[in-house]
């Protein structure tokens, strides 16, 4: 008869309770409850962390690269002021020579346009 006793789970004597009756069983589903609603938490705010540093990190992307276009363009535009500048000189070198020995330049002008026929026929 004792063997009845022991091996029978809900008599008192055979020590061993239903899950849903265990006060330590419930405390430790409500502290797990607890921990993973702290983790959904974490995991949200760790979300929004991370937008925000692509926000920011696009807005920098953004503006080093509108830095990087208004300075492209400046100095392409100094470049084309440059290269206007060495046409004006150059033309006005030209003009003068061709002022001072007109004779010379008409002949320069006559070889050079012989060539090119000779060139291009």
Not at 61 to 86: C, I, P, T
Request: net charge negative.
């Amino acid at each position: 008869m004792s063997d009845n006793m022991a091996s029978n789970p809900t008599t008192p004597g055979g020590g061993a309770h239903t899950p849903g009756q265990d006060p330590r069983t419930q405390a430790d589903r409500a502290n797990v409850e607890e921990q993973l609603g702290r983790l959904r938490e974490d995991v949200s705010a760790l979300s929004e962390a991370v937008k925000s540093m692509a926000t920011h990190g696009a807005d920098d992307v953004r503006r080093q690269a509108s830095a990087l276009r208004d300075d492209v363009r400046q100095r392409g535009e100094a470049y084309f002021r440059q290269a206007q500048d060495a046409a004006h000189d150059l033309e006005e070198d030209v003009s003068e020579r061709i002022r001072a020995e007109p004779i010379k330049a008409v002949l320069i002008a006559a070889g050079i346009g012989y060539l090119y026929a000779r060139l291009f026929r």
